[in-house]
């Protein structure tokens, strides 16, 4: 029983390291796609656009999609990717 714990000790000290862990890729990112889009849902609502997302072989589309902003006056900043260590890495889209 104490291995276990002392294994799961482990573990969970690594979680947050996973977490911060960065992809380098070295293909940069396609083009973005021209996306068409109507009116809101709900007013209020904000479009968030799509992205194209590393799959750790290639890059795949993620269409965009409306969004409720978190609270009053909040403003949506896309994703993007950056130049880093030879390669490129992606920032994912947050509210402001």
Known sequence: MLKKLAVLALFS???PLASQAQVVIR???PAPIVEHYG???RPGYVWQGGYHRWDG???VWTPGHYGRPPRAGAVWV???Y???H???RYH???WR
Request: hydrophobic share 15%; proline share 21%; glycine share 20%.
């Open 78 to 80: 896309p994703g993007s």
């Open 86 to 88: 030879g390669g490129y």
């Open 27 to 29: 293909v940069g990112p």
């Open 92 to 94: 994912r889209g947050y």
């Open 39 to 41: 009116p809101p849902p």
């Open 57 to 59: 072989q290639r890059y």
């Open 13 to 15: 000290s690594l979680l």
């Open 82 to 84: 950056d130049r880093w």
